[in-house]
């Protein structure tokens, strides 16, 4: 087969169905739709081309930059693209989670700004979310900056019901239950959309992370506030999970299936095998499911080393940060904000530890307090407690989400952890009432 660009490549990907010796499903058959075999890696090579493909010729006349907020596989795909047409592209994004994805990134040529501010989790402080930094500044620079905007631009869901979820039942017919990770959301939209419209009956289930548990590609249902393509109502049910179940499910994919793929299809696979489970039993008739294959496992090794160091001759840390599920512990302690003045002077040595980014502290921030961002903060307390016995110690974050997580895992360690209930942002009203 000869083609004339890597574009030609985009979609027509295999469809591989799962031995149910390795799912235990007697009525159900799975299929993975391998959406790693497009030709720059992932399933967001549909979403780049579908955004970017009709104004290619405009681009290529006016010189614009293309701009996108991205962790790692629609920045790639985006990369690509440029590069085939003399185009010049730049990541805008939060400090890069997984080393591989940035990089590769640097190999295909990109320019990257890493926003060290900007906040990876809900945080309405935050003044340096890179999706409003772009559009600041394409709204400063008309005719300069094109951004495609992959988490609000209908050409993502639209591109994948007309190509990713058509090839989807032209190989199965009638598809009965569809899983997938949530990220942009625009993959799932897509192909519930089409897959729905054939069948009634069809069930789509999302896949979310835990609070507090990073999926590259897959957000926590907390994290979905920036995806303007997010239609909670077309979910039947939402799966969460956390980082090491989507890493174990990828671990099956790679050893038992032979696909060498990443922790987000290894969630959607854990999803899709825990759901169908639950129905397995009561049907009467044969049913078929599909999830989708992401991408490569290559560029998640230094995040599968975190998760799994045996793997890697290492030793696995026994109380590791990363393996903790605060849904799972004794709930951590809790100041409500009215209550906060009588436990700071019962406790007059208590350490205030703010994990919000930096800019986001210096906006609002409690007196006392002092400022250590959550990626700092994390690989401090990893499998340890740096606290003195006699100190109490207050975790404050925007909302109290995620202070109360890492409250609870201090706690485990033998700490005088406490949550501020609300957060940072309850405490701020509270103060505004009163004055």
């Given at each position: 087969m000869i083609v004339k660009t890597m574009t030609d490549l985009i979609g027509n990907t295999p469809m591989l169905e799962i031995d149910p010796a390795i799912t235990g499903l007697k009525n159900i058959d799975l299929y993975a739709k391998l959406e790693m075999m497009n030709p720059f890696?992932?399933?967001?090579?549909?979403?780049?081309?579908?955004?970017?493909?009709?104004?290619?010729?405009?681009?290529?006349?006016?010189?614009?930059?293309?701009?996108?907020?991205?962790?790692?596989?629609?920045?790639?795909?985006?990369?690509?693209?440029?590069?085939?047409h003399g185009l010049k592209f730049k990541l805008v994004a939060a400090l890069a989670k997984v080393d591989e994805q940035k990089d590769v990134l640097l190999v295909q040529g990109a320019q990257?700004?890493?926003?060290?501010?900007?906040?990876?989790?809900?945080?309405?402080?935050?003044?340096?979310d890179p999706q409003f930094l772009i559009e600041r500044t394409a709204r400063a620079n008309p005719g300069e900056v094109y951004f495609p905007s992959q988490f609000t631009n209908e050409k993502n869901p639209d591109f994948h019901e007309s190509t990713t979820a058509l090839e989807i039942l032209d190989?199965?017919?009638?598809?009965?239950?569809?899983?997938?990770?949530?990220?942009?959301?625009?993959?799932?939209l897509g192909i519930t959309r089409k897959l729905r419209e054939n069948n009634p009956a069809f069930i789509s289930i999302g896949v979310t992370s835990k609070p507090n548990h990073f999926i590259p590609g897959i957000r926590s249902v907390g994290q979905?506030?920036?995806?303007?393509?997010?239609?909670?109502e077309i979910y039947d049910a939402n799966i969460a999970l956390s980082s090491m179940e989507a890493v174990e499910g990828m671990m099956t994919l790679n050893r038992q299936c032979g696909v060498l793929c990443g922790p987000s299809s290894g969630a959607n696979?854990?999803?899709?095998?825990d759901y169908l489970k639950t129905v397995d039993n009561d049907l009467t008739e044969r049913k078929k499911a599909v999830f989708i294959v992401c991408d490569r496992m290559e560029w998640y090794i230094s995040y599968i080393r975190e998760r799994m160091p045996h793997i890697?001759?290492?030793?696995?840390?026994?109380?590791?940060?990363?393996?903790?599920?605060?849904?799972?512990?004794?709930?951590?302690?809790?100041?409500?904000?009215?209550?906060?003045?009588?436990?700071?002077?019962?406790?007059?040595?208590?350490?205030?530890?703010?994990?919000?980014?930096r800019d986001s502290f210096q906006v609002i921030s409690m007196p006392q307090s002092i400022n250590m961002p959550v990626e700092m903060f994390e690989k401090w307390i990893d499998n340890n407690n740096p606290f003195p016995a006699n100190t109490p110690v207050l975790i404050i974050c925007a909302i109290g989400e995620r202070s109360r997580h890492y409250a609870s895992y201090l706690s485990s360690l033998g700490c005088q952890a406490w949550n501020l209930e609300g957060?940072?942002?309850s405490w701020h009203d509270t103060c505004r009432i009163a004055a």
């Open positions: 890696g992932s399933v967001k090579d549909r979403t780049a081309w579908g955004m970017i493909k009709d104004d290619l010729e405009d681009l290529k006349k006016t010189n614009k930059t293309i701009y996108e907020n991205s962790s790692g596989n629609t920045a790639k795909s985006l990369q690509a693209i440029a590069g085939i990257i700004e890493e926003i060290a501010a900007a906040s990876d989790c809900f945080d309405p402080t935050d003044p340096n190989d199965l017919g009638t598809v009965d239950y569809f899983i997938g990770g949530l990220g942009t959301t625009g993959s799932s979905l506030w920036e995806t303007g393509l997010f239609k909670k696979f854990t999803a899709a095998v890697f001759g290492e030793q696995n840390k026994e109380n590791g940060i990363q393996n903790y599920d605060s849904l799972k512990a004794p709930p951590a302690k809790v100041i409500r904000v009215e209550n906060f003045g009588q436990w700071q002077r019962e406790n007059s040595n208590a350490v205030m530890i703010d994990i919000r980014s957060g940072i942002l």
